[in-house]
């Protein structure tokens, strides 16, 4: 998957600050490179992104004992061969689930950052389900995790109290908003740019299908990147190229 230009080709849009020009330097492989041999969120879908030249985007969860576990789904079983939620089970329980029938566990956060060893560029999606206790103790996780790490790394959520987390605990950490597909409806807009103003993100993850958007390109406008997810296909990258700055992308392999 090729890039996008990392430079921008419209002279009216501000440059990236240089500390956040590694989100526009390659595109990001969504939950690593995947299919159906090799599970998303796993080792072996990251060690194909870092053979591939690829940033990483990935996705954690709260485990029983509080620790962030890297994995997408609330529930279990679409990739494992236990029913029931992530949140129920500790570290250790989960860590014995094979992914999808192949070798690779549920691991904890530091784990895989231990094993991707800055070697790409990391986007970690926080998925809180909106509760406000679990993005508390999940921020906390993902701190304490990536204490020390010198790779490229930002934290990412639909849930503005992540950012607003990492504004006040740990301003240092590059964060994100992801924003999913518009409403043409006054409310949501307004919503929206509450979030925009709880979160303060140095970036934007953006809907590919919502393009164009009047939030993406004022970000740009404002020298924030925009990242658009998930690019699956050729109509998904054109609409990509116009109206952001890099891409998250899933493809067969």
Known sequence: MRSLPSARPDAELPPVDPRHAWLVAQPFAHRGLHDGAVPENSRAAFAAAIRDGHGIELDVRLSRD??????HDRDLARLTDRDGRLADLTVAQLGA??????????????????????????????KTDDDAHVAARLCL???YALEGYRGHAAVMSFDPAVGEWFALHAAHVTRGLVVGTVRRRPLHSLRRRLHLARAKPH??????????????????????????????SPDDY????????????????
């Open 97 to 126: 689930l094979a992914l999808a029938g192949s070798r690779d566990r549920i691991e904890p956060l530091p784990q895989i950052l231990a094993f991707v060893a800055h070697r790409a560029p990391l986007l970690i999606e926080l």
């Open 203 to 232: 970036f934007i993850a953006h809907d590919v299908r919502a393009f164009p958007s009047t939030l993406a390109a004022s970000a740009r406008r404002r020298g924030l990147p925009v990242l658009a997810w998930t690019v699956r």
């Open 141 to 143: 996780s993902v701190r």
């Open 66 to 71: 509080g620790l962030a576990v890297v994995f």
């Open 238 to 253: 054109a609409r990509a190229q116009a109206h952001a700055d890099e891409i998250i992308f899933e493809t067969s392999r």
